[in-house]
Structures are given as structure tokens and as C-alpha cells.
């Protein structure tokens, strides 16, 4: 007998959910980039809308800022990365950073952002702390340091939140290819650390976080939350630009919206491009260096580089967070003492039903999205199982594509495409939106701890006469459900993190936290923006604290369990 | 005494227990067989005197190579090469760029392609400096790993169950080609082995671990 078997729909599903809103995005930029946008009246296809674009004046900035900010993020990102790698994988004290660092990786970006403009601001914690003694200013000195023109702050911003996360990565890729007996052979042929590091390890390493790479780096470029508290404002950047035409009353700026999204697509793509001429160049030069067998052996100063430049991510990530926290509970607070007159809970009571409504609907919409993102990535994981299919190559760039395609261009076009639908925005098309990014997260969390795990236990249960949904429900999921667990807490801070898809495709009418944090930005209430960024970084710091909580409960009598 | 390997009272201890003491000394050109099961830590060994030792072990005593003290030394100055049971070819390297890593350093451009042609040649791979590592059999593989670690000049190898992934007709080919490079270069070779035939085939002396 033939039984119906629901299995085949996960994959064709999920694969809709990804791309779906993708091609529908970018469909939707593409009609008013050409001048079609009925429900202003206009009907292309005309170029009028490049016109008004190049037409204004602050394009050739917005342009550059957007590409040398991005870029420049990416490069240093991979190079404090590969140097703390490098000069310390292995040691006690990279065990340290580690521990260190990975806790910030479900930060949100907002409110990382926030806590380093209150480490670096002209009125900030550093200010303060060589004021006046040093510095001889008694009041804040009127210089730009938040929202450089050059954007500066927001590169620091950026590279971060960056390290930590491809730090990760790279740690992941290490276990894949034996690298600690790399390492101690070519030192054993006398190289150094670090030259051993770059030559025999990092191009093992940099295959298997490419992708993740290129995600930074398109990352970089497009950003808009990091980039209104941190980067520049006359001209910002140009997906900063972007959403400003995005939530202009008069409608037809979204034609020059949806023109300057096409641009900047291009600007992504140009710099991908360049970035594959990049490691075809380095490539080059690390074989000629290796033909010439270079040592190397002086790298202490690097090493010591490394290690202080990992150190300091931390402490500015951790003590940015101290900041948020003192200013949500500051009283009356001078210039330059360190420390507020009083601490009061003013401030978590003025915001207290503000912040609640906002929790709610962060809840609500992480809830609805990682619930549906978890039943797509088991049902994809354990259909690959039974039909024996692999993902291959291109299916992981699939699963990458709505992390590299830069989200100002093609969130705009859904909402536009919304708008010429005629529907009606709300939390629906936002969970919605949430899901294409919450879903590859789910799918890199879940896809190792899935592999790994024995699968001569299935043939065990299924010679005792298990169904293979019986195998699933009542030894694979329960076995696996620590990483079940870690992977709801990975959706669950990627979905408290988005500002951009809750803003576009709801319309400015949902109200997250997020999205109510970055919106304090501009009026500069600190004691607000402590309140909303602390809710925002517990709301996605909870989820992981009771992932490591639970199966340590639930499993307590299963020693079994506790330590895979 | 003053060349060769001198292990001199060496103890290893992790975490207040003690895993191995050995005192020992291996004269150029001699092959010194330690054996024993696995988890003894055999490798362990191998590690202190390369230097790679993880922080959660104490090694006490001196490991002197032709004189000099490598204890307090990084391993990149230990001048002390390693072969472990895979060939650890770097994938994203050709077989001369691999030969060419190891390489010491110096020498024109011309100068090292010769001396890379040479090794090739000299255990019968000539003509193989283009190829990829992947597209070489277990025995090929083993004979170019040999050559990259020579090329770096050690002052003694160690070797780390190097033959055991290789079939038994490949194992004595591979065996006595390296044994007979060592000597011919009067290296002191110290072997970490479990298996009889290795030390047999070794000729020297042999101690046993656990």
C-alpha cells in the first residue's frame, strides 16, 4: 500500500519562503526604478526616476560612503579575525576571547551600536574618563565623533559585531579540517605561528566561511540600523537614503526609493566582483611567498596585536552594554563625572507600557516565525534524510541568497508591491518578511548537531518495529534537543535584531522594540534609548540563556545527554 | 654525548597525574622505537618535543637536540620535523608548492625548482610537481610528505604511526624509504609505533609505554 506522505512539500515550501519574497522584492524595485507605479498615478517605463537620482546632490557621497564604509568593515573584519586566529587558536587564552566573545553574537546590531556611541560619543564614557584631568574640558568638546562625516564610528560599528560572528564561524570550520596538527607541522618546519597560520590553515578555513564572508560584506554596504545611530546624516549612506524616501509622505519618492535600491544592488554586486579579483590577487601572492618559503619567525608583535585588538571588541562590546544599563537607571548626570548623581527607576516607569506593547510584538512576531522557520528546516532536514538527498553546493548559496542580496533592495519593493496590490500591511507580511531571514539561521544552526547524530540509533529503533515519524518524534527530536533548542534561540534573536523588514513591509505601523530603539536615535533621549536597547538585548538573550537552562533540567538524570 | 636527541628525565603530568617519564638519548642515523596502546600517550610525547603541547599539560625535564636545549624554545625554532599517519598534504597547494613550503628558506627562484625537481626525483615521483596532491595514491602521498619535511632541513624527526594507513606491501616500501633517508642524512629518528614490525623493521632499540 502507497500511504500519502506529506514529506516532499518541505523543501518546495521552504524554498517559496526564501526566494518567494526575494524575486517578489525585486520585482517590485524594478517596476517604479522605471517610472510604473500606479498607485501614484505613474506608468512607465521611463528613466525619470534615475534622473531625480543622479539628479541629487548628495548621490556621489551617499554612493561612496555606502562602498568604502562597507568594504573597509569587511576587509578589517577578516583580518582582526584571521590575526586573533592566527596568533592564538589553540591556547588557553583564545579560549578566553572565545568566551568572551560569543555571548555578543546574539546582541542585537542596534543596540551594540548604541552601546559603543555611549562608549565614544564627545559626552561618553571615555570623555568622561580623561576629563578634565587630561583633556581640561569641563563640558562635552563640540566635536563629530557619533556620525563622522567619513564614517568612521560606523565602521567601528560594524567590525564589532562582525568579528564575533565570523569568529564563530571560522572556529566551526577549524574541527572540519584538522587544524591543530597543520599547525604543528609547519612548525615543525619552522614556521612561525602566524605564517603557518595563513599559508597551511586559512585558505582550508576561508573556503568554508566564504559565504558567511560575503554575507559581511554585503552586510557591510547596506546596512541601515548600525548606520543611523553611527554613520553620517548629510549625506548618509545610501541605503540609510533609501528608507528615508521609503517613509516620505509624498508617495512619489519611492520612484527615486526604488531607483537608488537598483544602484545600490549594483553597488553590492560590483563589490562582490571585486572582492572574488581580491582573493584571486591575495591567492597569487601567498604562492609566491610560500615559493619563496618565508619563515616568518618575528611575530610577536602581531600576536600581541591580535590578542588586544580581540580584548577590545570585547570590553567595547561588554562595557557599551554597562552603558545602556547605567543610563536607563541615571538620575541627574554631569559632565564629566563617571558615575549619574542618583540612580532611579524613572525612566523603566515612563517607558514601562511603551516598552511592554513593543515586547509583546517582538514576542508575537519571533514566535509565529521561528514556530514556522523550525517546522520547515526539521521537515527539509529529515526529508533529506529519507529520500537520501544532500544539499549540495548551490543549494547552500540558496540558502544564503536572502543574507547576501542587500536587504534595502528589495524590501522596498515588497512594500511598494503591497501598495499596488492594494493590501493592506501588517504583522502577517512582517512575519512573513522575518521568516526569509530567520530561515537560513534555523537551517546553519540546526545542520551540524542533525548530521552528527548517530543514525544507527534509527536502525535500532526501527528493528524494534518504529515508524519512521515514531523514530523521529520519540528518539531523534528528544536526543537533539539542545541544538533544537539553541537553534529557536538563533531565530529568535535574528528576528528580535530586524529592523529594516519590520519597518518596510509593516508599513511603520509595527511597533518592535527594534524598531522603536532605532527610531530614539535622532532625539537623543539617553535614558530612553538604555531602556528600549536593554528590553531589545534581553529579549534576545533570554531565549539562549533558557536553551542552556532547559535540556540541563529536562536531562538531568541522563548523563548521556548532558555532555554531547 | 652531545649529539643526537637526549631526552633528559623527561616526565609529562596532566592535571596532577603522571602520564609518561622517559630518559633516553637516540644517536644520529639511529631509530629509537617507542610502542605501546593507544592512550598511553605516545603522542603526547611527540607533542613536547615538537613544542605543540597543549597548556593543560607540564612537561618537566630537557629535551636537548646536538647540544641545544629546545625546552624553553617555540616549535618554530625547535628545527625537530614530524610525520603523522596522513600525509597532511595542504589541498590548496600543488605537490612542488607543497615541496616548496617545506623548503627552507633562500636560493634563487631557479635554484629551489631545482632542488624541489630533485626530491621528486629522488623517490621516484619526477615530473609530478604540477599535479594536485588529491589526484596521488596513499603511497605517492607518503613519499612527497617525506620529502616536504626533509626539504625543511630538521635536525631529527619524529615519527607518528606514520605507515599505519598504508596496505602492508606499501608499509615496508614506505618504511624503509624513510629509514634509509634518515640515515642517509644521520638524523636521530624517534617512531611511535604499535605495531612489531615497524620496530623490527626500525633496527634499534625499543621502548615499551603502559
Redesign the interface.
Known sequence: MVRFSPLPLFPTLTVLVLLGPLAAGLWGTILPAFGHLPAAGETGPNLEAFHALFDWPGIGPAIRLSLVTGIVAAVLSLAITSLILAGWA???GFRLLERLLSPFLSVPHAAAAFGLAFLIAPSGWIARLFSPWLTGWDRPPDLLILNDPWGLSLIAGMVMKEVPFLLLMSIAALGQI?G??????????????IS?WM??IF??VY?RIRLPVLVVLTWSMSVVDVAVILGPSTPPTLSVQIVRWMSDPDIAFRLQAAAAALVQLALVVGAVGLWFLGEKLLARMA?AR??????G?NDRTLRAMGFALGTAISLALLIGLLGLVVWSIAGFWTFPDLLPDQFTARSWIRHRAGSLDALGETALIAAIAVAVGMLLTVGCLETEERRNLRLTERGMWLIYLPLIVPQTAFLPGLQTLFLNLGLDMGRAPVVLAHLVFVLPYLRLSLEGPWKAWDTRQATVAAALGASPNCVLWRVRLPMLLAPLLTAIAVGVAVSVGQYLPTLLVGGGRIETLTTEAVALASGGDRRAIGVFGLMQTAAALVPFALALALPALIWRNRKGLLNG | MADGLHLDKVAITHGGTQLITIDTHVTPGEVLTIMGPSGVGKSTLL?AI???L??SFDCSGHIILNGRDLTPL?????????L?Q?A?L????SVG?NL???????GA?AE?RTKIDTALAEVGLEGFADRDPATLSGGQRARVALM??LL?E?HAL?LDEPFSGLDAELRGQVRDLVFEHARARALPVLLVTHDRDDAEAAGGPVINLG
Open positions: 589553540g591556547t588557553r584538522d591543530s596538527r597543520r599547525m604543528a607541522l609547519s612548525q615543525s618546519m619552522g614556521y612561525g605561528r603557518a599559508f597551511a585558505p582550508a573556503a604562492c610560500i615559493e619563496a618559503g618565508h619563515r619567525h | 607533542s615538537i613544542g605543540t597543549a597548556d617555540p616549535p618554530d625554532e625547535r628545527c625537530v620535523g614530524i603523522f596522513d597532511l595542504f589541498p590548496h597547494l608548492a616548496a613550503f617545506g623548503l627552507a628558506p633562500g627562484r629551489r616536504r619535511m625543511s630538521p619524529l
